[in-house]
């Protein structure tokens, strides 16, 4: 198109399949759905508190505390929220962030490295965000498996379950 510059190549059949990458939309690689981290599924049990285990993926179940517990607890103290509350008792802002993270804002957080304590200023990346993370990168099934979880289905945002590109 002359005014837009917009061009598509010579189109084959190939172009209006989304078993094909040639046709596939590229956000969900033709599946029409996308997985996402749920919320409900991190916290199912939401009368629970975050020292009752309410956070499923860092549930305590060790004597020491995870990293990813500790960095939960620097969020809820940064917060000012009590880990006895029940979870649906926390403000939304609270469960934002510990959902999906803090954005620019640092959070102080201690961690035990040789036998001192270690305080680290940064962003807190989020639950879900990890979960994803994790559940994307990792090359251990145990570990896909495990985060898998707490992962549902969604439309995907890129081509509303039509699982084509955008411009076919």
Same mark, same amino acid.
């Given at each position: ?21 040639v046709g596939a939309c590229g956000a ?27 956070? +499923? ?14 960095? !939960?607890?620097?969020?809820a103290e940064h917060f000012g929220v ?26 102080? =957080? ?35 498996? =495990?985060?898998?979880?707490? !992962? ?13 590109? +955008?411009?076919?």
């Amino acid at each position: 198109n002359p005014v837009t510059g917009f061009e598509l190549p010579a189109l084959t059949p190939k172009h209006f399949s989304f078993n094909s990458h040639v046709g596939a939309c590229g956000a969900c690689h033709g599946l029409g759905t996308q997985l996402f981290c749920d919320p409900d599924l991190v916290v199912p049990d939401r009368e629970k508190s975050l020292n009752e285990g309410a956070v +499923k993926p860092w549930s305590a179940g060790a004597k020491k505390k995870s990293w990813n517990q500790k960095q !939960m607890d620097a969020v809820a103290e940064h917060f000012g929220v009590s880990g006895d509350v029940p979870f649906k008792k926390l403000p939304e802002s609270f469960q934002q962030a510990l959902f999906f993270g803090t954005g620019g804002t640092k959070i102080d =957080m201690v961690w035990e490295k040789d036998g001192r304590e270690v305080t680290w200023r940064r962003p807190y990346e989020g639950v879900c965000r990890v979960v994803e993370r994790h559940f994307v990168e990792t090359t251990s099934d145990s570990v896909k498996r =495990m985060m898998g979880r707490f !992962m549902a289905s969604q439309e995907c945002p890129d081509c509303a379950w039509r699982r084509l590109k +955008k411009e076919f």
